[in-house]
């Protein structure tokens, strides 16, 4: 079970089999987009794309440990010298930081559930569906305000206040880790993109499936939906072995 941080609720999460990553594979749109869609097939929540921004990384986060392990190996090149940069960290640690507090400035706005109020003016947490819906449009932050505030344009310092008031009741997961690039010692910032990288892992983890599903039928003459029921490490040795004796 995973316990979100913003929302206190515990969602259990499934590994995923062929059949998910077959969905993975075949479903268009933006990396969120493609996350919510696998997210609704191995999870219990109710709604994915109701969850705030915050939730739904800490979530995806802990479906890429069910899938692929703790430790996260991120590589980048230096932007000074474009030398190779690796970091590997533990993803517990990575989120053990995220810690929601609600301003004392920032109070429920009567009669609209999910909603704040700060300065007369009302917003809400962005959600999920909010960040697949504004991903591919040419200024998604401004359409993210929109969206997330009433009236949707405050004066800029109120605005600014809620920002922070929004950032402390529901803390960044996806944000650039710090380090030194080992070739030429300079400051070095590792952007993380938590859909972006999740969703790109398990891509490319299931590269081979349709040539597994191929090598297994062929083999054994088992039906499709067979074959893409079987977890995908023993879906793999099972075609390992074929190509073996092959």
Known sequence: MTRLPVSNL????????????????????SPVSRALALLARLSDAEDCSQLTVTDFEVLLLALRV???????????????????VEVSFRLADYVGHI???RPAHVSDAPGRPGWHT????????PTARDQAAVAELADPTKALTERCFDPPRPPAR???RIERAMAAMAPEVSRPLAGRCPACDAAVEAPVHVARLVIGELTRQSANLYDEV?????????REAEILQLPRRRRQAYAERIRQAA
């Open 214 to 222: 191929h090598l297994i039928a062929a083999a054994y003459h088992w």
């Open 158 to 160: 109120v605005r600014a």
């Open 99 to 101: 810690r929601p507090r």
């Open 66 to 84: 069910e899938a692929l392990g703790e430790v996260w190996d991120l590589g980048f090149a230096c932007p000074d010298c474009a030398s190779p």
């Open 10 to 29: 515990e969602v259990a999460l499934r590994q995923p089999d062929g059949a998910d990553e077959l969905v993975l594979r075949e479903t268009g749109g």
């Open 118 to 125: 700060c300065q007369g003016v009302a917003f809400r947490l």
